[in-house]
């Protein structure tokens, strides 16, 4: 049962696709408000859960601390930063009534889950205007299905995009793409993608190729198709400010950038230096940009990664000129006179500033809005210019498309990576917890930076990490610049990546079933455990085990130097471990609880009681797996229904797709 309430005049964000009628009557749950913009007020009993907000900091039980959907360009996601790359503004309440809240509001907008006050939940706005999708259930994944089916089936990529990823920021010329390839094949470690940061650029402007370090682009796509790798570009939202470079040019004569109040377009430096905002809000300005993907699929290109959306701004030319001025003024100050932190704050500030994001304007088809009455929208409207414009370049056929800003309706354009997190333990188990509350808010093709973007990885942790990725649906590895080099053979002993990577491969054939069956559905691919036993009280607390599909229970290390971990086992399981030396392990667990032992060369996963799963032979790239051949791992007598289809054409729904296998 889901309600609309319609608040003020609010923008139509397209988040939600189906035609729910207005119910003008005062929701009962809750109180609003609307003396100072808006604001709605529940109180929760001690052991609601409350489920939700997709990309966000913390845990799957978002209880106790407060969220700001605020699209935010911070590469230190500590544990008390508010505001990461996307907003999800849907949450779920679980408990005394299932209840499912959808805030359709596309500006900055807090959630304070019992952080203020432990048995109060207060959402709220700035402004006054938006629409409160109010969805009532049986239990919290009724109401989360009953959410996804209006806001429109998830994006579905082609199937090598279920592969390995290995990308860095950094990578330039043909050789470094060539050497990693290499680096993967010599050694028969599992690849099927190589990202390319944004070095394969000329000066960091959208849409080039360094015409010196890829003489023939085409040629080199090719090279690379050959030996099954698919090349997979960013494009990042700020166009370079340069006469004669046909992007900013045909921009700037169309009108397509976003404006300051009177007119000129807006500019702020980001990596190329000073750029303009493609207007993807306005239709026309979004066909233009969309349409320029076409320069890279041409070449061959079918994936894309879409960054600095939120959109990120180092600093505007306003921002520069003030913090000039004040650095003038300080440098005339009597040293004893200056507070200790000004300097600090005012060099600081200048980044990705509340001040630069009031001070330019959308023209959305007419109606002049201000960028931070609409600020979560814009990587939505990237990606969605790159998906709307895939269906006219390659009709009928999937491209890879994910990107770091987002808010719902984005699900249906493209996934999201988590964005810039650390080489640290904790962000792997931030990465598990996640994952749950993005695949409620529609979002499935995702996955974080494997190994940590910033900082220095270890062995261990890479190894651990990818043994976690395994199972999420993008499994890439990426670091930043600077960093130590995190591509797997740059490690000792190179076969132990070699075998967590192939258990993926291993696995695909399951994991896109299982992907499938999720985006067909409106269901998750990752559950908390409370989903799949919601009568046992012991499973609704716990956050670093995830059901995977309907037949998996994964437990993933999370911890240095750990032998093992503890697992909780809701009902009897088959506890399995792939072998370093490609053989299984297996052993029926009782319920209850254990020590599982896992070395750094093992993946372990569960097999729920009465189930089994499709293994293919091992194989170093997605078309290389024999989906004819498989064999069935788990409780003998169980069957399993695989999906399965050409992983490019769009004709998700045959009936031919489906194939049923028993043990
Ligand atoms: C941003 C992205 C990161 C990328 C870097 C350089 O920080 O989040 O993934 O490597 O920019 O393009």
Redesign the pocket.
Same mark, same amino acid.
Request: glycine share 6%; net charge negative; hydrophobic share 45%.
């Given at each position: 049962m889901i309600k609309k309430y319609i608040f003020g005049a609010p923008i139509e964000t397209e988040a939600v696709i189906t035609t729910i009628p207005e119910c003008k009557d005062i929701p009962e749950a809750g109180i609003i408000s609307l003396d100072n913009g808006f604001s709605w007020t529940y109180t929760m009993a001690d052991d609601d859960i409350v489920y939700g907000l997709g990309e966000a900091n913390r845990g799957i039980n978002k209880r106790g601390y407060i969220y700001v959907n605020n699209c935010n360009d911070e590469?230190l996601h500590t544990e008390d930063l508010e505001s990461l790359y996307a907003a999800h503004n849907f949450i779920v309440l679980s408990g005394r009534r299932n209840m499912g809240l959808f805030f359709d509001y596309p500006a900055k907008i807090t959630f304070d889950i019992g952080y203020s006050y432990q048995d109060t939940l207060t959402v709220c706005c700035e402004g006054s205007d938006l629409t409160l999708y109010i969805i009532d259930g049986t239990s919290a994944l009724d109401v989360i299905r009953q959410f996804r089916k209006i806001i429109g089936r998830s994006y579905i990529p082609p199937k090598f995009a279920f592969g390995f990823g290995q990308s860095r920021?950094g990578y330039k010329t043909e050789k470094d793409f060539k050497d990693v390839v290499e680096g993967y094949r010599s050694r028969h470690i599992p690849l099927d993608m190589v990202y390319m !940061? /944004?070095d394969y650029m000329e000066d960091y402007k959208d849409f080039t190729v360094n015409p010196q370090n890829f003489p023939d682009f085409e040629a080199f796509v090719k090279d690379m198709k050959a030996s099954k790798i698919h090349l997979v570009p /960013?494009i *990042?939202a700020g166009v370079k400010i340069e006469d004669g470079y046909s992007i900013y040019e045909e921009g700037k004569a169309g009108g397509y950038f976003c404006k300051r109040e009177d007119g000129s377009d807006f500019a702020a430096t980001v990596?190329p230096g000073r750029t303009h905002f493609p207007d993807v809000l306005n239709t026309e300005a979004r066909q233009w940009f969309g349409s320029k993907y076409k320069v890279l699929t041409d070449a061959g290109i079918d994936g894309f990664w879409n *960054?600095?959306n939120e959109p990120a701004i180092f600093y505007s030319d306003e921002g520069m000129d003030d913090l000039q001025a004040f650095l003038k003024d300080f440098a005339a100050m009597d040293p004893e006179e200056i507070p200790q932190f000004l300097l600090n704050d005012k060099v600081n500030g200048i980044k990705n500033s509340p001040r630069d994001y009031a001070a330019f304007y959308h023209d959305m088809d007419g109606i002049k809005v201000r960028h931070d009455k609409v600020h979560n929208l814009y990587g939505y409207y990237m990606t969605r210019a790159a998906g709307e414009a895939f269906d006219r370049i390659c009709p009928g056929r999937r491209v890879l498309m994910f990107s770091?800003s987002s808010y719902i309706g984005m699900h249906r354009y493209g996934g999201v990576w988590t964005? *810039?997190n650390k080489s640290w333990w904790s962000h792997l188990l931030l990465n598990i917890k996640m994952m749950p509350s993005l695949n409620m808010c529609g979002f499935l093709y995702t996955g974080a !930076?494997l190994g940590g973007?910033s900082g220095n990885t270890t062995r261990d942790l890479l190894l651990r990490w990818l043994a976690f990725g395994v199972f999420t649906p993008l499994m890439r590895d990426?670091s930043?610049?600077g960093t130590r080099e995190q591509e797997c053979y740059r490690f000792e002993r190179p076969e132990d990546f070699r075998h967590v990577i192939s258990v993926r491969y291993r696995l695909i054939p399951y994991l896109y079933s299982e992907f499938m069956k999720a985006a067909l559905n409106d269901d998750l691919y990752f559950k908390p455990l409370a989903f799949a036993y919601p009568d046992d009280p012991m499973a609704t607390s716990i956050e670093d085990q995830l059901i995977l599909g309907n037949e998996v229970m994964v437990t993933p290390v999370y911890t240095q130097n750990a032998p093992g971990r503890y697992v909780y086992l809701p009902e009897e399981m088959l506890f399995v471990k792939f072998m370093p030396d490609g053989s299984i392990f297996s052993e029926i667990m009782a319920a209850g609880h254990h020590y599982i032992q896992v070395a750094l060369n093992e993946v372990p996963l569960f097999v729920r009681k009465g189930h089994c799963i499709p293994l293919a032979a091992p194989a170093e790239t997605v078309d290389a797996i024999d989906t004819r051949n498989l064999e069935l791992l788990g409780y003998e007598g169980a069957t399993y229904t695989l999906y399965d289809d050409d992983g490019v054409s769009k004709d998700y729904d045959l009936a031919g797709h489906y194939k049923t296998y028993a043990k």
């Open positions: 590469p920021w !940061d /944004i /960013i *990042d990596w *960054d600095m770091r964005g *810039d !930076d973007f990426h930043a610049l």
